[in-house]
């Protein structure tokens, strides 16, 4: 098909040390100028094939080619100066520095007369040479104009959505002149807008003749652009299609091996007595101003109640607020009648509410601790976890049989629960902090984003549990930028626009238009005492 190949990787093994295979005998060939899907569910190995290809990893076997040329990468820097640049799915970037010092670290653009600059050079204040930002930052702004990557050099990346973070990372490989483009796991957290957004940023580089390799567990990116797509489960390739030649179902049942219902099966809901409620609730974001403005709704046991909404809109806000992790400025919340609008998280979970929160590594996990030291974070102190005074003593055994329960019933792919889970695929983490939310049993499921980041199979198993958990009485809270879920999950939708709930539907009487339609403020808000009826 192809007359060269940029990249050929040849009978590749990864084995971890426990004789943990990553990658059984891989052979995989990419043309020149092709984007090229790599599908697979979490843990299936699609990174860490990447990152034997970027020299972040070396291989334990096999051969790999860039262009017809055998290399042994020892580091990234050695891809880098081949043209291989890689985004990672968790972005590698400095939130206090502004976008130019992030895309120019490691490659500072000195002086073209460093001599005549030296006098300004003082090491005791600044140990660095004297670096040229000002030609960086015209670099970076043509990078931009020619892409489609407009962003702001000055900006600081905190200050930045996570939309335009990513734009960062793109302009920065750019920026060192890469052509092979690794993305891994591009859209997991963007919304549906940015995703379009990204989709027209790749096919400006196909258009530039540069080769695209997406690392991908979700189903739409590679039948949308990918010229053919490859799909690994666990660790071993099952094959390469041309995507004219496939479709969703095929691929799905290519990455999980059984097919798969994109469609989840319930029966209507039968709601009884309210659990949730939020009473003209005003909350403020990080920097003081108005996030949630006189937000009024209920959520009733045996229900799920989906908010739809672009990233942004004050949806994260408010199920902080909800869980206490963020002060209420005005309003209140109450659990089964008990007014709980200053309880703390601790407290909450003791009230019988579950939560998931938005991201994993920064609100959900502890990076350093084991997978099965976090499957119990918020109830270590609790029986059957704890015991003696004030939960001090941790019941090990006790922990490590329940850690296996949850690990076997959401199907984690894991070496040790004894292993820190920085180790875990992010969809695995996922898992994780999915698993300990849902494990105890709640009252109430606050969850935000919970499949963000889980591969087909993993979406369908964990949809099936909110549906299991619904018909139990469980009152569920979901908060999502993925309509289809939304749309299929959700007994009632409701759509945040400026912090207002504009309307509240059910998923027979709209339709993605609509939703679309009013997640963009097309719709005049309806008041608050109507919502909740």
């Given at each position: 098909?192809?007359?060269?190949?940029?990249?050929?990787?040849?009978?590749?093994?990864?084995?971890?040390?426990?004789?943990?295979?990553?990658?059984?005998?891989?052979?995989?060939?990419?043309?020149?100028?092709?984007?090229?899907?790599?599908?697979?569910?979490?843990?299936?190995?699609?990174?860490?094939?990447?990152?034997?290809?970027?020299?972040?990893?070396?291989?334990?076997?096999?051969?790999?080619?860039?262009?017809?040329?055998?290399?042994?990468?020892?580091?990234?820097?050695?891809?880098?100066?081949?043209?291989?640049?890689?985004?990672?799915?968790?972005?590698?970037?400095?939130?206090?520095?502004?976008?130019?010092?992030?895309?120019?670290?490691?490659?500072?653009?000195?002086?073209?007369?460093?001599?005549?600059?030296?006098?300004?050079?003082?090491?005791?204040?600044?140990p660095a040479l004297p670096t040229n930002f000002r030609s960086a930052e015209k670099?970076?702004?043509?990078?931009?104009?020619?892409?489609?990557?407009?962003?702001?050099?000055?900006?600081?990346?905190?200050?930045?959505?996570?939309?335009?973070?990513?734009?960062?990372?793109?302009?920065?490989?750019?920026?060192?002149?890469?052509?092979?483009?690794?993305?891994?796991?591009?859209?997991?957290?963007?919304?549906?807008?940015?995703?379009?957004?990204?989709?027209?940023?790749?096919?400006?580089?196909?258009?530039?003749?540069?080769?695209?390799?997406?690392?991908?567990?979700?189903?739409?990116?590679?039948?949308?652009?990918?010229?053919?797509?490859?799909?690994?489960?666990?660790?071993?390739?099952?094959?390469?299609?041309?995507?004219?030649?496939?479709?969703?179902?095929?691929?799905?049942?290519?990455?999980?091996?059984?097919?798969?219902?994109?469609?989840?099966?319930?029966?209507?809901?039968?709601?009884?007595?309210?659990?949730?409620?939020?009473?003209?609730?005003?909350?403020?974001?990080?920097?003081?101003?108005?996030?949630?403005?006189?937000?009024?709704?209920?959520?009733?046991?045996?229900?799920?109640?989906?908010?739809?909404?672009?990233?942004?809109?004050?949806?994260?806000?408010?199920?902080?607020?909800?869980?206490?992790?963020?002060?209420?400025?005005?309003?209140?919340?109450?659990?089964?009648?008990?007014?709980?609008?200053?309880?703390?998280?601790?407290?909450?979970?003791?009230?019988?509410?579950?939560?998931?929160?938005?991201?994993?590594?920064?609100?959900?996990?502890?990076?350093?601790?084991?997978?099965?030291?976090?499957?119990?974070?918020?109830?270590?102190?609790?029986?059957?976890?704890?015991?003696?005074?004030?939960?001090?003593?941790?019941?090990?055994?006790?922990?490590?049989?329940?850690?296996?329960?949850?690990?076997?019933?959401?199907?984690?792919?894991?070496?040790?629960?004894?292993?820190?889970?920085?180790?875990?695929?992010?969809?695995?983490?996922?898992?994780?902090?999915?698993?300990?939310?849902?494990?105890?049993?709640?009252?109430?499921?606050?969850?935000?984003?919970?499949?963000?980041?889980?591969?087909?199979?993993?979406?369908?198993?964990?949809?099936?549990?909110?549906?299991?958990?619904?018909?139990?009485?469980?009152?569920?809270?979901?908060?999502?930028?993925?309509?289809?879920?939304?749309?299929?999950?959700?007994d009632r939708i409701a759509v945040i626009f400026k912090g207002e709930l504009v309307?509240?539907?059910?998923?027979?009487?709209?339709?993605?238009?609509?939703?679309?339609?009013?997640?963009?403020?097309?719709?005049?808000?309806?008041?608050?005492?109507?919502?909740?009826?």
């Open positions: 098909m192809f007359s060269i190949y940029a990249i050929e990787l040849e009978n590749i093994w990864k084995v971890f040390p426990g004789n943990v295979q990553a990658n059984c005998d891989i052979t995989l060939r990419i043309g020149e100028g092709e984007v090229h899907g790599l599908l697979g569910e979490n843990g299936a190995g699609k990174t860490t094939l990447m990152n034997v290809l970027y020299g972040l990893l070396s291989r334990t076997s096999g051969t790999v080619k860039i262009r017809g040329k055998e290399v042994n990468f020892k580091s990234p820097q050695d891809a880098i100066r081949l043209g291989i640049g890689m985004v990672h799915q968790h972005f590698k970037l400095i939130p206090i520095m502004t976008v130019t010092e992030n895309v120019v670290l490691g490659a500072e653009p000195l002086y073209a007369n460093l001599t005549a600059n030296l006098k300004y050079w003082r090491p005791s204040i600044n670099k970076i702004l043509r990078i931009a104009e020619e892409n489609g990557l407009q962003i702001d050099p000055y900006a600081k990346i905190q200050d930045l959505s996570v939309g335009l973070q990513q734009r960062v990372e793109l302009i920065k490989i750019l920026y060192r002149d890469a052509d092979i483009l690794i993305l891994d796991e591009p859209t997991a957290v963007l919304t549906p807008q940015e995703v379009d957004e990204l989709f027209e940023t790749l096919e400006t580089f196909r258009k530039e003749g540069k080769t695209i390799i997406l690392i991908t567990h979700k189903l739409r990116e590679p039948m949308t652009i990918c010229d053919r797509i490859t799909v690994l489960r666990r660790g071993e390739l099952v094959g390469t299609v041309k995507r004219v030649d496939t479709s969703r179902e095929q691929l799905a049942e290519m990455m999980v091996g059984r097919p798969v219902v994109f469609r989840v099966a319930k029966t209507p809901a039968k709601p009884t007595d309210t659990v949730l409620s939020v009473e003209n609730l005003h909350v403020q974001d990080d920097r003081g101003l108005p996030a949630v403005r006189d937000i009024s709704f209920e959520v009733k046991r045996g229900e799920i109640l989906g908010l739809a909404g672009v990233h942004g809109n004050g949806q994260d806000e408010l199920v902080e607020a909800i869980w206490g992790l963020r002060k209420v400025h005005h309003g209140e919340i109450y659990i089964e009648g008990e007014r709980v609008t200053k309880y703390r998280p601790r407290k909450m979970r003791a009230t019988g509410v579950g939560y998931i929160p938005q991201d994993r590594q920064k609100q959900g996990l502890i990076l350093d601790f084991t997978t099965k030291e976090n499957l119990i974070l918020g109830g270590q102190h609790e029986p059957p976890f704890a015991t003696g005074p004030r939960g001090f003593l941790l019941n090990a055994l006790d922990i490590t049989n329940y850690s296996n329960i949850l690990v076997k019933d959401f199907d984690i792919r894991l070496r040790d629960i004894d292993e820190p889970i920085s180790t875990l695929s992010g969809g695995n983490q996922q898992k994780v902090v999915a698993a300990r939310a849902i494990g105890p049993n709640p009252k109430l499921l606050l969850a935000s984003h919970p499949t963000r980041g889980l591969d087909v199979g993993a979406t369908e198993y964990i949809h099936n549990v909110l549906i299991r958990m619904r018909d139990q009485g469980v009152a569920i809270f979901l908060i999502s930028a993925d309509l289809d879920e939304i749309r299929n999950v959700s309307a509240i539907r059910t998923p027979e009487e709209t339709d993605e238009r609509e939703l679309g339609l009013l997640m963009a403020g097309e719709q005049r808000a309806i008041p608050s005492e109507e919502l909740t009826q």
